[in-house]
């Protein structure tokens, strides 16, 4: 394993229209006992073995005092075995951010990505306060401090029904804005989030959005990164590099305990990060157990976690006898798979067609035209001994 995503509040300052988080009022707080008891758990485990990246998210990162994250970040170096490399990460709204901030971001080293949906028109129509006003000039101040510490982050964008057809004015404020890492997130019925504004939008539009914004990408020849075309092309390498012919890629969702998520109690799931702590009919609660009560190995008995495995894996074997972009993916996102088909066991999701196949297509079909345009491949050259 080596990513944790940990809830240190569920807190968070705003109210976006589109947020899965059903406490996202409560500020409540992860205790110091709990994360002793979390990472010395974690820590006890042979999962995590070099490397490890704490994501603080779940909430708001920022609603939490700094003060706390010294002291989280001290208790995690403690427990941890000699010589893991540890990165903790902050994927914020950027409201909060304040010239502290930035100090303790610059000496922790901690590494920052700010969600930000484009110009103010497209992100004031869904990231909002409790209020119901926009949050667009808060986030960019944030963004402009950032800037001018030089701290380096990266922009998840949400892709919604107002930004749809409009990926050039995205892209442009994006490029005025100095931001040249980003990706996106397609606007999911996920949750509590039940109807995206992206309902009916049809994949004509989704499928224009992104080829409009790979051509601004390739146009600028490297100087800016998306996401999603690069982890295509990542996809697409390492099938081609691997010696293996049933190579399949490494899909951490799918693979219990490849990612584990925990909540400001302790308690824990594994899979896809949002699944954490939601409540369903089918499955029960998607937690799998307690960091204060058992630890990873009780959960290895639990009826629920034990389902969940199981139609998980039925899923995964849906995808490789029905897709032909299993190879590049290796069984999709499962909580996609519960929000949109209602059980784990189950293959295609708006989700896969957006985020994986669709990228992976547009990046095959530039690669291939690209070696149309550069001709046959050369002929062998000439073996030694040849004259
Ligand atoms: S792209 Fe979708 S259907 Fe295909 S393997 Fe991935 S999750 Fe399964």
Redesign the pocket.
């Known amino acids: 394993m080596t990513l944790a995503v940990i809830q240190p509040s569920p807190f968070c300052n705003i109210n976006c229209d589109y947020c899965y988080l059903p406490d996202r009022a409560k500020t409540d707080r992860m205790g110091e006992e709990t994360l002793h008891k979390v990472v010395k758990g974690l820590f006890a485990t042979d999962l995590v073995r070099e490397a490890i990246t704490f994501v603080w998210h779940a909430g708001e990162p920022l609603a939490v005092p700094r003060e706390w994250y010294g002291k989280a970040f001290e208790i995690i170096s403690s427990h941890a075995p000699a010589g893991l490399r540890i990165t903790h990460s902050f994927q914020t709204n950027a409201t909060l951010l304040n010239e502290e901030w930035c100090d303790f971001i610059q000496k922790t080293g901690v590494c920052m990505g700010v969600s930000i949906d484009g110009p103010s028109r497209i992100h004031d129509a869904h990231r909002k306060t409790r209020s119901g006003a926009g949050t667009h000039g808060r986030a960019m101040r944030g963004i402009s401090l950032l800037k001018s510490r030089g701290i380096d982050f990266h922009v998840i964008a949400v892709v919604t029904g107002d930004s749809l057809d409009h990926p050039d004015e995205i892209f442009d404020f994006f490029i005025e804005n100095g931001i040249t890492r980003f990706g996106f997130n397609v606007e999911e019925q996920e949750g509590i989030h039940e109807k995206s504004s992206l309902e009916g939008a049809g994949y004509d539009r989704i499928e224009a959005f992104f080829q409009r914004i790979f051509e601004r990408q390739k146009a600028l020849q490297g100087a800016v990164r998306v996401r999603e075309f690069d982890f295509a092309l990542q996809r697409i390498l390492g099938k081609r590099a691997a010696t293996r012919e049933d190579f399949v890629f490494e899909n951490e969702q799918v693979r219990p305990f490849g990612i584990l998520n925990i909540d400001w109690q302790g308690n824990f799931s594994t899979f896809s990060p949002e699944m954490l702590g939601l409540a369903t009919e089918k499955y029960g609660i998607f937690t799998f157990g307690s960091f204060l009560n058992g630890g990873l190995e009780a959960s290895l008995s639990n009826p629920a976690f034990l389902k969940v495995l199981e139609d998980t894996r039925a899923g995964v074997e849906?995808?490789?006898r029905?897709?032909?972009?299993?190879a590049l993916?290796?069984?999709?996102?499962p909580a996609n798979?519960f929000f949109e088909n209602g059980t784990f066991e189950s293959?295609?999701?708006a989700y896969?067609?957006n985020i994986?196949?669709l990228p992976i297509r547009i990046v095959l079909e530039d690669l291939e035209n690209s070696l149309v345009q550069t001709g046959p491949p050369l002929a062998n050259p000439a073996t030694p001994g040849d004259s």
């Open positions: 849906r995808c490789r029905e897709c032909g972009f299993f993916c290796g069984g999709g996102a798979k293959s295609e999701t896969c067609r994986i196949q």
